[in-house]
Structures are given as structure tokens and as C-alpha cells.
């Protein structure tokens, strides 16, 4: 039997942080959330680590009627492996990801953007889920989960379906999520072949200027298979899949691959802002990709 659920007075005083008045919830079954998200819909606003949620809600960028406390449904925090792909339950935090083999070793890219992702006290708070449904460019965790080809679990009260992490992102902000949708899971094939990322940011524990994930596979010295994709240089995350087509077939080689890399600069379309500008991505974005496949090279070889 579901026990009512009642929304409890959170914002009884006026600290002048968040000065606006909503209905907080914490439930703590899915179905209870998901019974939440079909009756409060797009009023309603998923809190999982918080980490940007709560910035956006402090200088009143968003305004939630409803916020809804998923943080307590443990069925969602995991990290699995069966005899095909890896398993991420969505409020997965970037912690765990961190102290996780599995990552580690089947998952390197994604490993790769974990350690050069925020502080520990960051990494502790944010989840993996929360980060793919915030949707920004510069999503550390995009790239990698683009070239190693996940796919994402989205879970209603109607049901589940599966998309592939290509079609997740629309725009800055914006997935292809239905209000009454949770993100569940993200499931990621096991590939034989070495990944990477890197990124170039203003300080360690900034937004990414650019960012650059890539994954290969090579057989008798020659690239089988090739996967690259960019942060923080498009309205989305990226696949550029004119450079990967130029690769298939080549034989490794660093001339032939810087020379291919600085391809990815008409795959893009970058903006000035604080961080740097739209020359700047664009030129770091070559370095970025090349240095990335040098280095998913040298895990194929291991």
C-alpha cells in the first residue's frame, strides 16, 4: 500500500536566497516520484544532487511550484555490469563513478571525466543522471557516454523506453524528456577498444572551455572503428561524424591524425562567452581530439 505523501513548508522564512515559495517532497519508492511527476508535470522540478538545480532556484532562474526529492530512492544508485554492458542507475554521483573499477576499467573515457570533474565535495553531491538532464554543452559526462554509444532509460508511469544518448540532447537546457519522465538508467555497451577525454578549462574545478572524448578500435594497424565527440563547442554535445569517417581505414599515424583531427573545426560552431572564445574552442578543439586519440590509442595497445 503507497502511503500519501504531503508536501512539507520548507521556505518558511525569507533568507533572500531562495525567495520564492514552492512544495517540497522526498518520496521514496519510484513509483511514488513517478506519481508525483505525472500529477505536478512540467510545474515540477527532479532534485537529485542539487548541484545545479539549486544554483538555478537561488538567483531565480528557474521557479518550481514543485520540487520533488529523489534522493532517497536507492534503486537508483548503482553501478552493474552483466554479460553485454554496463549499468548507471541515474542517481549515481560522480563519487562513485570515481571509486568504481568498472568504470575504470571498462568505461575509461567516462573515468577520465569523473577525475577532472569538479571538487570532491562537488563529486560527492552530483550525479551522473542530474547531469545529462541539466543538458548543458559543456556536460562533463556527455562526450564520453556519446563515443562509448549508451543509451539512455527513461521511466514514466506508462512505462520505460530506451533512446540512444545521440538523440537525448535538443539544445541548450533541452532533452527530448517528457515532464512526467524520470531518467532511470544509462546503459553502456562493453566495446574491446580504448577511450579517453580531456578538456581545457579557465581552473580545475571550472566548466569546460572546450572538451574532446574519443574512442578507437585498431586492427593490423589500422582504425576499425572511431568515435569522437565534443563539449562546450555547439548548442549540444556533439559526435563529429565527418572526422570519424575520414579515419576509418587509416593507418595510425600521428601526421595522419593531427591531420585529421583539425577536420572537427567544421563540425562546429562555437560562441564567444566568459569562459573563451569561439576562435579559441575552435582551435583547442583540434588539439583536444588529436591528443584525445593519442591517448585512447596507447589503452588499445595495453
Known amino acids: 500500500m503507497s502511503r500519501e505523501l504531503r508536501p512539507v513548508p520548507i521556505n518558511l522564512r525569507n533568507t533572500k536566497i531562495i525567495p520564492f515559495e514552492f512544495q517540497y517532497f522526498e518520496p521514496e519508492s519510484l513509483e511514488e516520484a513517478l506519481q508525483l511527476l505525472r500529477t505536478y508535470g512540467s510545474e515540477a522540478k527532479i532534485l537529485a544532487g542539487g548541484t545545479d538545480l539549486l544554483v538555478k532556484m537561488k538567483i531565480r532562474a528557474v521557479e518550481p511550484k514543485y520540487v520533488i526529492n529523489i534522493k532517497l530512492i536507492r534503486e537508483l544508485r548503482y553501478v552493474r555490469a552483466d554479460r553485454d554492458s554496463v549499468r548507471i542507475g541515474a542517481l549515481t554521483t560522480w563519487r562513485d563513478l570515481e571509486k568504481s573499477d568498472l568504470i575504470r576499467e571498462e568505461v575509461p573515457a567516462l573515468y577520465d571525466a569523473v577525475k577532472s570533474m569538479g571538487s570532491l565535495q562537488i563529486r560527492n553531491m552530483a550525479t551522473v543522471g542530474g547531469n545529462l538532464c ?31 544518448i545521440t538523440e537525448f540532447f535538443t539544445g541548450p537546457g533541452m532533452t527530448v524528456m517528457k515532464p512526467y519522465e524520470l531518467l532511470h538508467e544509462i546503459i553502456i555497451p562493453k566495446r574491446k577498444g580504448g577511450s579517453s577525454f580531456i578538456k581545457v578549462s579557465r581552473v580545475a574545478m571550472d566548466l569546460a572551455i572546450a572538451s574532446a572524448a574519443t574512442y578507437v578500435e585498431v586492427e593490423d594497424n589500422t582504425i576499425k572503428d572511431v568515435k569522437i565527440a565534443l563539449g562546450s563547442v555547439a548548442p549540444r554535445p556533439i559526435r563529429a561524424r565527418k572526422c570519424e569517417a575520414a579515419l576509418i581505414g587509416k593507418k595510425v599515424d600521428e601526421g595522419v591524425l593531427r591531420e585529421i583531427a583539425s577536420l572537427v573545426a567544421g563540425e562546429i560552431s562555437p560562441i564567444d562567452d566568459v569562459r573563451g572564445s569561439a576562435w579559441y574552442r575552435r582551435e583547442v578543439s583540434k588539439v583536444l581530439v588529436y591528443d584525445s586519440l593519442i591517448k585512447s590509442l596507447e589503452r588499445v595497445r595495453r
Open 134 to 164: 541539466n543538458a548543458s554543452p559543456a556536460a562533463d559526462s556527455a562526450p564520453p557516454l556519446l563515443v562509448h554509444e549508451a543509451k539512455i532509460k527513461l521511466t514514466s508511469i506508462e512505462g520505460t523506453r530506451e533512446i540512444p
